[in-house]
Nanobody
Framework: EHLVESGGGLVQPGGSLRLSCAAS????????ASWFRQAPGKGRELVAA????????NHAASVKGRFIISRDNTKNTVYLQMNNLNTEDTAVYYC?????WGQGTQVTVSS
């Protein structure tokens, strides 16, 4: 049972990235999924969550209107589309489903 994130990188302020998290080893469509992030020196915070069927999507106030969580159960994958990034979005981003965590993917927003 694994979650593997990808899609992080270095981007300029105002840019976009799409993170992906691929699930394996369990019936992904039976579970909700979430994205968290952890900035240097800070605790892990919830960024967005989505229900098992793709409904009930919720986003933290700090990213609402800029980030969109979605999922494709045919691909066992959850996505985080991140637009209009700013330096405060710099963090390691983790996906979560069931009690599983991915290894994280680094997002750095810098000019």
């Amino acid at each position: 049972e694994h979650l593997v994130e990808s899609g992080g990188g270095l981007v300029q302020p105002g840019g976009s990235l799409r993170l992906s998290c691929a699930a394996s080893g369990f019936t992904f469509s039976n579970y909700a999924a979430s994205w968290f992030r952890q900035a240097p020196g800070k605790g892990r915070e919830l960024v967005a969550a989505i229900g098992r069927n793709g409904g009930s999507a919720n986003h933290a106030a700090s990213v609402k209107g800029r980030f969109i969580i979605s999922r494709d159960n045919t691909k066992n994958t959850v996505y985080l589309q991140m637009n209009n990034l700013n330096t405060e979005d710099t963090a390691v981003y983790y996906c979560n489903s069931r009690t599983l965590w991915g290894q994280g993917t680094q997002v750095t927003v810098s000019s």
